[in-house]
């Protein structure tokens, strides 16, 4: 199983332990809503699991792909509260198929405001 097989696994069973087991100690973390890189497993992880359940829902699909060796671009997208999101996560893997590299980008601007929002308040949540 390639580490994109087990992203779109995690992202069919919602297993956070599946999540946790596929990232990298030294993952990173990337997005239009927070103003640097994210580094490390924990604060990946946090963010990686807040996105699944804000971005998630039944509406959510990857609607391309494009592959390399040791990574992936997948174009997804999604609606919620009437704004239809659509976005790209840019996956990068180790040798052994774990996430060291994870950036999103979203489009329109109306929905980065509303993920910014709705990304803050599912962080707090988990705090």
């Known amino acids: ?38 580094r490390g497993r924990d604060i990946t992880f946090k963010y990686l699991s807040s996105a699944e359940k804000v971005l998630g829902g039944p509406g959510f699909t990857y609607v391309g792909e494009w592959t390399s060796e040791r990574g992936a671009v997948l174009e997804f997208k999604t609606m919620i509260d009437g704004i239809e999101i659509n976005g790209v996560d840019i996956i990068s893997f180790d040798a052994e198929g774990r996430i060291t590299h994870f950036k999103v980008m979203v489009r329109p601007l109306k929905a980065i405001n509303m993920l ?11 705090s």
């Open 116 to 126: 910014h929002r709705l990304m803050a308040e599912q962080l707090a949540a988990q």
């Open 1 to 38: 199983m390639t580490g994109l097989d087990s992203w779109y696994g995690y992202m069919k069973s919602h297993d956070r332990t599946a999540l946790w087991d596929l990232l990298h100690p030294d993952a990173v973390f990337e997005s239009p809503v927070v103003h640097s890189p994210q």
